[in-house]
């Protein structure tokens, strides 16, 4: 390899943060095309080809609500991307810059609980050649960027748990109701982790709780008539939106316990929780779906999240 093309590589991957970087970047336009090809009401061609059906075919079946369910939980997948992209291009940007070894193990733990959603599919039997294929793209970068930035003295997982558990290293910062806003974000972050890791077992399991098909009107017999390849490819879609809002949860809950108060975690916090949360909550009102058991868990939960924000905003920007 010459010297010019050594500098070129160097240029683009530097110290592994580039690739943290670009893998959050590429999640972030994924979302963003989940939530914009959602609300089109279409397919994805792979999802039509395994199902052998139209979605239009599936309008005509209880006012469309198989759809738009369909749909809510897609929109509500491309949320929690956006929201993951955000807080990896903050955590490449500022903490990993600085050296600061916990977003290392953050970024580990949430590539697994992230990566290792796609795993879920051995549970619902659907293998998305879509999802998979981004797997096999982003796995070796995002693996190539955490490689780059390991902490170079050694430092075993029971010293970071021990470390986390014992003490932040901001802590005293929060104080009066800035306090009172952290433990509300972290509420709120483990909430989505306890919720994320619910979706998914409901998706390996289940795939439905009562509402979902009081509100399409039809129950499992009845879904498995219509396309006995329906019931797979809707438990897949919730198994990946449960595993994004797991690591998102993970993500959260280490930045705020963790970060630094700043002006830049307050507005990566800000972007990603408006993103995530207002597209699982809106999306509900939007298609009808609007059972008040079904939505209070959401709703408390962005409300939470809304009122950490509010008492944390003058400490993160002093």
């Not at 802590?171 to 989505?192: D, E, I, P, Y």
């Not at 795939?207 to 490819?233: C, K, S, W």
Request: include cysteine; hydrophobic fraction near 50%; charge should be neutral.
């Amino acid at each position: 390899m010459s010297p010019n093309e050594r500098g070129l590589i160097d240029t683009f991957v530097g110290d592994g943060r580039s690739l943290i970087s670009l893998c959050g970047i590429c999640l972030g336009l994924a979302g963003l095309f989940a939530i914009f090809q959602s609300i089109t009401g279409h397919f994805l061609p792979h999802d039509v080809a395994f199902l052998q059906m139209q979605p239009e075919a599936l309008c005509n079946i209880n006012e469309c609500r198989i759809v738009h369910f369909m749909i809510h939980d897609r929109i509500s997948f491309g949320g929690s991307l956006v929201a993951i992209a955000v807080l990896y291009m903050w955590l490449a940007e500022f903490p990993m810059q600085d050296g600061e070894r916990w977003a290392w193990w953050t970024l580990l733990a949430s590539g697994f609980a992230g990566f290792g959603s796609f795993l879920t599919y051995l549970g619902y039997g659907y293998l998305d050649t879509w999802h998979g294929a981004a797997t096999l793209l982003l796995l070796p970068i995002f693996a190539c960027g955490l490689w780059m930035q390991r902490p170079k003295q050694k430092a075993t997982l029971e010293t970071a748990i021990r470390f986390s558990i014992l003490h932040s290293q901001h802590s005293g910062r929060w104080k009066g109701m800035a306090a009172w806003g952290r433990m509300t974000l972290l509420f709120s972050a483990c909430g989505m982790i306890g919720a994320g890791l619910t979706i998914q077992f409901l998706g390996m399991t289940s795939v439905f709780v009562p509402t979902d098909l009081t509100f399409m009107g039809v129950d499992r017999e009845q879904l498995h008539a219509i396309n006995p390849r329906l019931i797979p490819l809707i438990a897949h879609d919730r198994a990946g939106f449960g595993g994004a809002v797991t690591t998102v949860g993970i993500l959260t809950l280490a930045c705020v316990w963790f970060g630094r108060p700043s002006r830049s975690l307050w507005q990566t916090l800000a972007v990603g929780g408006f993103v995530g949360w207002s597209s699982t909550v809106l999306v509900h009102p939007a298609i009808g779906y609007t059972d008040p058991i079904h939505l209070a868990p959401a709703i408390a939960g962005a409300t939470c999240f809304a009122a950490g924000l509010a008492f944390t905003r003058r400490t993160m920007f002093s």
